[in-house]
DNA sequence: GTCAGGTCTGACACCCGGTGTCAGTCCTGA
DNA sequence: TCAGGACTGACACCGGGTGTCAGACCTGAC
């Protein structure tokens, strides 16, 4: 149960992402001014950062939203996949919805490319990889190291991250191939 | 050959970068402002910024000097190495040195992951990767794609810094380890 | 030697992201 | 209705980074 308070305050944050998002998408990330943001949302500066601690905590909220569907579908997949086979599939989806939405994606991954939001998109991929490394885990071959001293869930993580975002790359520059299978042939490097 | 007047230029450098470490050493890198560095070389603050752009490129600079030696040795490997095994050969001396300066080794990785520094990782990470993939790409197998349509060595060369980069995390946390076993365990589960 | 060109420098004002503080207002619950 | 806390705008400040200007300095040509 959540009280009035953290609703309207949820109220507002939301107000004040799609207002910075529409903004950002206009003019561009670095272009756009917390004061602009903070003036489209019709609040003080001052109290832009009373509801958000960075600007950059504009786009990591909703990409990490993103991120954790993708982590949902990992836990789902049946125990008895391993690691690589497992994060193919849950990613899958996604890369469906992008060639589904073509435009709209590419755009979208044209813009986090931005060099403005490169420490953006790091951060990303740093929560990224520690939301997937304890769920890979599982799925490596057991060996008796411990958990905490064991680095290869934090490498296949880092591993398919970087798979992902080469895939993109190309893709950004050769838009009219398959995302999926830039994929696949990026994963194929490693899974052998 | 050189002009006199580069030659005074890169001497500049090399001492504000000397006086910069130390300070970096001594409070961390956030905490030192570029105004204390100034100061340390003996120049005004707006002078810093004719010699470097930004903060960050204190940092780099050293960073990528040391990158492009690991270049070097990779591409120095026989021919005949696959991706993985001369990645792996190419990296060993650095983790040599980490191990035989332990302690000294230990002090500046962990001060590279001081949050501040993140995106200047990354940024360095980027590089890295940059500067691997074209080296990493005749070592993949064969296939019919065009060089740049291939996702397979921007994939391979970031999965290579995963795995160090993980390697180091697991270190930073428990010293006793050896680096270079916890970076072949890291890459073990790559390669299969 | 001197004079004109470009270079290097400090000083100052400014931009932008982010923080500390303060006083006033609004909301909530007793 | 009233006390306490939350929310707000305003203002001053910090640190990284830039534009500009005027003076010092260096260099090469005459």
């Given at each position: 149960m959540t009280t009035l308070r953290e609703r309207t305050r949820q109220a507002v944050r939301d107000e004040v992402l799609t207002a910075a998002w529409r903004l950002f998408a206009r003019h561009g990330f670095e272009a756009t001014t917390v004061e602009q943001i903070a003036e489209a949302a019709g609040m003080s500066r001052r109290s832009f950062f009373r509801y958000f601690a960075t600007k950059e905590e504009l786009i990591l909220v909703r990409l990490i939203e993103h991120d954790e569907k993708i982590a949902a579908l990992l836990a789902a997949r049946?125990?008895?996949?391993?690691a690589w086979t497992a994060i193919r599939a849950a990613v899958a989806p996604i890369m469906e919805s992008h060639e589904q939405h073509h435009d709209r994606s590419l755009a979208l991954i044209r813009m986090m490319r931005e060099p403005g939001l490169r420490s953006t998109i790091a951060e990303r991929e740093r929560l990224w990889i520690g939301l997937m490394a304890p769920l890979l885990a599982k799925r490596l071959p057991r060996t008796s190291v411990p958990f905490d001293q064991d680095p290869r869930p934090l490498a296949v993580a880092g591993a398919a991250v970087m798979a992902l975002s080469s895939a993109q790359a190309i893709w950004a520059e050769h838009?009219?191939?398959s995302l999926s299978r830039l994929l696949d042939r990026a994963m194929s490097a490693f899974d052998s």
């Open positions: 049946p125990a008895t996949e391993g838009p009219d191939k």
